[in-house]
């Protein structure tokens, strides 16, 4: 028969040692099944290279097999919306870039909050937008382009990926720091906008460097300025606008790995030392460098603040240029 006394002893140490036992969905039993990373883009482009590589080496350090799924339209949020309304159980991933998670929220209505919603893990990598006009084009410099857009003013064409893509929003802070306008021609993606470049028929566009890379090296396009705050390491021959003497339109591409709102903080651990972990690897690293990306490895709090950071940035540049969806 337990005495009174014995509990009195018994049951502290009982609960000691319940709370001392891994919790359901801890590290230690992470991942028990499968997972998968949503791509808010079409096959090919820059996110999809980047999620099929972490997929990659997740499969090979997590021991669990990893899909990567295309969840393409509404400027990346419905892959991110899916990611949102998920179990908050690490296994549903997003590969997201800053025109889903910075630039879109503040344009289009969604059915959930990305700063409460989706769970920062880390930084992937950050491409620097590059302003290119096409080889066969006359303006050999920024100074000449410049020259021509004051001298033209309205008829110059700007190509974007979309509307509130960063592309756009690139094109829209380079108008608001020289104070010279060119005409959107949004697309559906990169690749087309290049051909109605490559043809003359767009004079430029401000891209990110893992979709122009291919076509600066195939002299299919002339690179004219990073909008970088420094120089990028796949151009380094290439000034930045502020070099130039253009500030305030440092607008770049980055890439960041997500999960649900509420995943259990050892989880997001976990994920986070196995993205670092893959970041740090010499095929990873050469794979990002030939996007023309760069690497910069953040911690879980630094790449939360450098998300928040963001959205009140970009929602103060669109409110600036007064884009809107149309």
Request: glycine share 10%; charged share 15%; hydrophobic share 40%.
């Amino acid at each position: 028969m337990i005495t009174r006394s014995l509990l009195r002893v018994f049951l502290p140490c009982a609960l000691a040692f319940t709370l001392s036992l891994p919790s359901i969905g801890s590290a230690q039993d992470f991942p028990s099944k499968s997972l998968r990373i949503l791509v808010g883009a079409s096959p090919g482009g820059g996110t999809d290279i980047l999620a099929r590589v972490l997929a990659d080496k997740f499969s090979a350090g997590l021991k669990q097999s990893v899909v990567v799924e295309n969840r393409p339209g509404a400027s990346n949020t419905i892959a991110a919306a899916l990611t949102a309304h998920d179990q908050p159980n690490g296994l549903t991933l997003l590969v997201a870039t800053n025109t889903g998670q910075a630039i879109a929220p503040h344009l289009i209505k969604l059915s959930y909050d990305p700063r409460k919603d989706l769970q920062p893990v880390g930084l992937v990598a950050i491409m620097p937008n590059v302003l290119v006009v096409p080889s066969s084009s006359p303006y050999q410099n920024l100074k000449e382009l410049l020259a021509a857009m004051k001298g033209k003013p309205g008829e110059l064409k700007f190509a974007s990926s979309g509307v509130g893509s960063t592309q756009h929003v690139g094109a829209e802070a380079f108008s608001l720091a020289t104070g010279v306008k060119a005409v959107h021609i949004p697309y559906k993606g990169s690749a087309q906008a290049h051909m109605d470049i490559i043809s003359g028929q767009v004079d430029m566009m401000f891209d990110s460097t893992s979709s122009a890379m291919s076509q600066i090296l195939a002299g299919k396009l002339r690179p004219l300025a990073v909008t970088s705050p420094k120089r990028s390491l796949a151009l380094p021959d290439v000034p930045t606008l502020a070099e130039q003497g253009i500030t305030g339109a440092d607008v770049n591409t980055w890439y960041g790995l997500f999960a649900t709102g509420g995943t259990p903080p050892a989880i997001i651990g976990r994920l986070h030392d196995e993205l670092i972990k893959s970041l740090q690897m010499p095929d990873v690293q050469a794979r990002i460098k030939g996007l023309g990306g760069e690497i910069e490895l953040m911690s879980v709090e630094q790449f939360t603040a450098m998300n928040r950071n963001e959205y009140d940035h970009y929602g103060q540049l669109l409110k600036a240029s007064g884009i809107k969806l149309e």
